[in-house]
């Protein structure tokens, strides 16, 4: 078990220093002059080979990189040329934000998703799982920045019951943060909620199949304790892990959300810095998250192995 | 009789509440469309970003809405010693924000950093100053190589906001973090892309035009977003409402409307002479460049992206300003001269690229003009760009025709010279176009001493260069504005600046 | 007493099943998968007919139609410059299912040959090939396919481009597994010690047995790409105008929302329908593979 934690922490660093290579890469090789995009609409000359200068610029790639990943070990991930502040501060500025939205997100998906596919799995193949099925799928399939869009038009514009855009810290006023939060939360969760659905319900089929099962149904317990107490226990570990995994998708649906509502959080950052060629906050923004997703996917291997020893391979 | 007393106390409390509401702080909530850029007028460089600074540093001189120059922290301006030096005497008992006094030293130091400044966007403006004397404490003299009419014009924007020493000294290049001026409005906090949040300064010397206790700017990208906020109320003021959703402020009755013309202009930029692909019948020859300008037909332009709301124009100042050159109007469309122009040149189909920034409004008028332009012969292909790698794309020459605008300036040098000037800097007269007969009108237009005279060498520029054709200018936006129906006080300038004196909530 | 000669004739032989006929025979019992599949296939047929069907030419502008609500001479309304919409989205399918077809080929070419070589060379090139894949994975999917269309330029091209290279690494993780799994299969070992070259038994005998997966993976995948080209469209990025494609229509029509709602509805519908679609064949087709079912 240690030599398997062990060589999986250690496969960590070259998967970071690949992220790190292909994001850096990226924005560096983006089409358009940095200098000239944050130069003044004068385009100074003067301003222009100041901003070369001080950016590095005009150093080759291999030297940007080295400088960077050397400030990035240092803990310095350079600052955002667009406002002159550390990218540091603006990720601990935004992840607050885009936490809460992904978090409520999330609950929004398991609190749908899971019964859903529980229902699902338990009454198979009759009315119920068809429709519970098919709802899944209309989630999967709907646009979410479509569903976003219809959201703001029948609830902002129309009812006017909920706040069209914009985010209210929780500090300044929950009940506010809440409504701002309810559609983009509902329309980021849905599509996880319509995946969480599909897992749970082939996780839970899964089960209700073993001979575990149909030795608690022998002994005679009614089914709902047989779902509830044996099945669910054991069909919810690979949901979880896998909804760990989701948190990938998240951040991508996140995007698009943000966008749509005007919130405030990672997604609008990266979009913005990339028009902006805002370099630092891009990698330094991608290079957290992806460290994030892939501590995730080391806790979610490790919870698979724990749970099957057969798959430590 | 427990009872009795609790509803004692709520009544009281109830009845505190409205006199709670009058010792309330009063905000004036804005919507931006932009988030703005750092906040230190030395560095600072977008339009929005000044929407900003209207709120929290003052200037030396300010304008009005009829763009005279009026005074803001100097009194009395004078000019000396054949219009090479301007003196400049400055208002008593300013303060900054942080409690220091602003004098003559203030001053100086404000304007030597603006000059000294590694990385200052504000050198290139007042470049023509060669120093700052200080004749007493609230008097200083600008002194100058040669004349420079449109100093006074610089000055009325962030070349003149004048800074806190103490601060400015304390923090180096982080004062745009903590930015200490001499507004009505002092620096609470900011979060980026959020919100911008100014507190009232109580010692500010116009402190009786100010009503409000808070100013917090909200920067809201999209349009419609933003008016949605607006109508909701969650804001009280936006800027840049969308041409196209006029109708519906007007049909709000929480809302009303408020727009002005602005300095800015929209026009083609035409690769004239950058590199190869100037080598074109569009860039070489201006007979196809005026065909291209007849089949466009700016009325119908504006009014189909703009709802009509817009100002169609042909110059770089549009035709409600004093420097519009009045004999040479917009011509109508003529698609008949159009073809008989591109037949006299040899190319009755003459097809280019035109890099069009990835901006909807802008994109919608590529659309039109190319079809527009078809019904004459040309064959337009719209390259979508995105506005960072255009400036890239713009500034090497590889671009045929570039459509682009200028937000405008208050002088209308700061409109025309640095575009076809030879002397222009490559990045923004991208088709290096060079006639030395403009730029010496041009130059003479920088050292003359009345506008009339200005404006006769103006004239002459615009006789050779409305004639040649680098630039095709098709329209000028208006600033609109919707805000709050019970708002008072809103005056629109020409510069689209929001000012806060004189707004009140009744 | 002599023995009677076996009559073939009377002797029930089930006849041997292809595979593809097996698969082909699971769908049709399955009525939803089928369903996607016809709906796809309208869309294709709408996409290949688009000059014959449209009625107005999707570029056309008419200053005196502009964001006119749906009529009988407009059926699905007009758009901010006065151009019908019905024939927007008729023809705006070509984008979206090129974004499906161009997007997943080219994941498809490019992740399977490397899945392949991965996962059967095994040792230090798999570890440096999956380590690449692992970070693509860790790059949100959006933003890797935001950065490389930017990198790229804005164009339906390079959206395309952008989101195969995006899908690329599932297709390999996919592919490698599948040859994890058969690699130290019997018949494999056999016709290694028969001295069977490696590329015929990759092509030969492993190949095979990855395509059922594959097939059920590329129209899911086909369904995600049409959904992030129309995410892309609707940041700038994508289809650019005036060429129509249902995301750059939706990225237009958020701006008139409350004046001209149609501009919205019928292109998200659109994508929305396509993609379900492609869902459904792909879940049906996931079923009909499955081995243990029916």
């Given amino acids: 078990m240690t030599a398997f934690l062990l060589r999986r922490i250690a496969l960590i660093v070259p998967t970071l220093f690949f992220v790190s290579v292909l994001i850096f890469g990226l924005q560096q090789l983006l089409p358009g002059d940095p200098a000239l995009a944050m130069a003044g609409e004068e385009q100074d000359p003067a301003v222009i080979a100041f901003l070369r200068e001080k950016y590095h610029l005009d150093r080759p790639l291999p030297v940007r990189y080295a400088l960077w990943i050397k400030g990035v070990a240092q803990g310095d991930f350079g600052e955002s040329i667009r406002i002159k502040r550390p990218v540091k501060d603006l990720v601990l500025e935004k992840l607050p934000v885009t936490g809460e939205l992904a978090g409520l997100a999330m609950f929004v998906a398991l609190t749908i998703g899971v019964p859903a596919g529980i229902l699902a799995a338990v009454k198979r193949d009759t009315v119920i799982d068809y429709g519970a099925t098919m709802a899944a799928l209309w989630g999967l399939s709907i646009p979410n920045f479509w569903l976003g869009i219809l959201l703001i038009l029948i609830f902002s514009v129309t009812l006017g019951w909920l706040p069209a855009s914009g985010f209210v810290s929780p500090a300044e006023s929950l009940k506010q943060n809440l409504l701002t939060l309810i559609m983009p939360a509902f329309v980021l969760g849905n599509a996880i909620a319509a995946v969480m659905m599909r897992h749970t319900r082939s996780a839970m089929l899964q089960v209700l199949d073993s001979d575990y099962v149909r030795t608690a149904r022998a002994k005679g317990l009614s089914e709902w304790s047989v779902v509830l107490r044996h099945a669910l226990r054991n069909a919810l570990v690979p949901v979880v892990t896998l909804g760990a995994l989701e948190f990938g998708a998240l951040l991508s649906g996140a995007v698009l959300t943000e966008q749509v509502f005007t919130i405030p959080g990672f997604g609008k950052l990266i979009v913005d810095a990339v028009f902006n060629r805002d370099y630092a906050v891009v990698q330094g923004v991608v290079l957290c998250t992806a460290f994030a997703y892939i501590l995730l996917n080391l806790f979610a291997d490790i919870a698979y192995a724990l749970v099957n020893p057969r798959l430590r391979t | 009789m427990i009872l009795r007393r609790i509803l004692t106390v709520a009544a009281l409390l109830a009845a505190c509440l409205p006199n709670a509401g009058a010792m309330a702080q009063t905000t004036l909530r804005i919507g931006l469309a932009e988030d703005p850029d750092v906040l230190d007028p030395t560095l600072a460089r977008t339009y929005v970003g000044r929407i900003v600074f209207a709120s929290l540093c003052d200037k030396l001189v300010d304008i009005s809405p009829e763009l005279d120059i009026v005074p803001q922290l100097a009194t009395e301006w004078q000019w000396v010693d054949d219009n090479k030096g301007l003196v400049m005497k400055l208002r008593q008992g300013v303060k900054f924000q942080d409690g220091e006094p602003m004098d003559a030293a203030a001053v100086k130091f404000s304007l030597e950093r603006h000059l000294t400044l590694p990385g200052s966007n504000r050198k290139a403006e007042i470049s023509a100053l060669r120093s700052v004397e200080i004749v007493d404490d609230h008097t200083v003299k600008l002194v100058l190589d040669k004349p420079f009419a449109p100093l006074l014009a610089q000055l009325s924007d962030r070349a003149g906001m004048i800074v806190s020493p103490k601060a400015a000294q304390a923090e180096g290049d982080k004062f745009g973090e903590h930015p200490v001026c001499a507004g009505p409005f002092k620096f609470t906090e900011r979060v980026a892309q959020d919100r911008i949040v100014l507190d009232r300064f109580a010692d500010y010397w116009n402190k009786d035009a100010i009503h409000f206790d808070r100013v917090t700017f909200l920067p809201i990208a999209d349009s419609t977003v933003r008016l949605s906020n607006a109508q909701s109320g969650q804001l009280d003021l936006i800027e840049r409402v969308a041409a196209t959703d006029l109708d519906t402020v007007r049909k709000d009755t929480r809302l009303k409307l408020s727009s002005i013309t602005s300095l800015a202009y929209n026009g083609i930029t035409i690769n004239t002479g950058n590199g190869e692909r100037a080598k074109n019948p569009l860039g070489q020859d201006k007979r196809v460049r005026e065909a291209l300008e007849l089949s466009i037909d700016r009325a119908a332009l504006n009014q189909v992206v703009f709802n009509g709301e817009f100002a169609p124009g042909n110059q770089w100042e549009a035709p409600s300003t004093p420097w519009y050159v009045k004999s040479m109007a917009i011509p109508a469309r003529d698609v008949a001269k159009a073809k008989a122009l591109l037949a006299a040149v040899g190319t009755p189909h003459p097809s280019f690229t035109m890099m069009v920034p990835t901006n909807p409004e802008t994109l919608r008028a590529a659309q039109v003009i190319q079809s527009m332009a078809a019904e004459a012969g040309f064959d337009i292909k719209i390259q979508a760009t995105e506005f960072a790698a255009s400036l890239d794309l713009a500034a090497k020459g590889d671009y045929e025709a570039y459509l682009i605008g200028w937000s405008g300036r208050t002088d209308p040098d700061g409109n025309i010279y640095i575009f076809v000037s030879c002397k222009g800097p490559p990045a923004i007269n991208s088709g290096h176009y060079c006639d030395p007969d403009v730029d010496a009108e041009l130059d003479a237009a920088r050292t003359a001493s009345t506008p009339e005279e200005r404006m006769a060498h103006y004239a002459k520029v615009a006789a050779h260069t409305l004639d040649d054709r680098p630039i095709v200018y098709l329209w000028h936006q208006k600033w609109l504005y919707a805000m709050n129906a019970k708002l008072a006080g809103f005056k629109p300038y020409p510069d689209g600046l929001i000012r806060p004196q004189g707004i009140k909530m009744p | ?294």
């Fill in chain 3, 1 to 294: 007493m002599t023995a009677e000669p076996l009559d073939v004739s009377l002797i029930d032989i089930e006849p041997v099943e292809a595979p593809w006929q097996r698969t082909v025979r699971q769908l049709k019992k399955r009525r939803m998968a089928v369903a996607g599949l016809v709906v796809v296939l309208f869309f294709v047929a709408l996409a290949i007919l688009a000059p014959l069907i449209s009625p107005y030419d999707p570029l056309a502008t008419s200053w005196s139609a502009v964001r006119k609500p749906p009529s009988s001479l407009h059926p699905f309304g007009t758009d901010e410059i006065g151009r019908d919409v019905l024939a927007r989205i008729i023809w705006g399918s070509r984008a979206s299912l090129l974004a499906g077809v161009v997007s997943v080929s080219l994941a498809l070419a490019v992740g399977v040959p490397v899945g392949l070589v991965s996962g059967y060379l095994g040792g230090v090139v798999d570890g440096i090939l999956m380590r690449l894949i692992d970070a693509m994975l860790a790059i949100p999917f959006l933003i890797l396919a935001i950065a490389l269309a930017a990198f790229l330029g804005p164009s339906l091209l390079n959206a395309m481009i952008a989101i195969g290279i995006s899908q690329t690494p599932i297709f390999t993780r996919l592919t490698r597994g599948q040859v994890l799994v058969v690699k130290h299969e019997e018949y494999i070992e056999a016709a290694r010690a028969v001295g069977n070259p490696h590329y015929r038994i990759v092509l030969r005998h492993i190949f095979p047995n990855i395509v059922p997966p594959l097939l059920v993976q590329a129209t899911l995948a086909a369904a995600a790409a049409i959904i992030a080209e129309a995410s892309l469209s609707f940041l700038g990025l994508g289809q650019q105008p005036p060429d129509p494609s249902w995301g750059s229509m939706l990225n237009t029509a958020k701006n008139f929302i409350s004046q001209a709602p149609w501009m919205a509805l019928w292109p998200g519908l659109a994508i929305f329908l396509l993609v379900l679609s492609l869902n459904l064949f792909g879940d049906g087709l996931r079923d009909a593979l499955d081995p243990r079912r029916g």
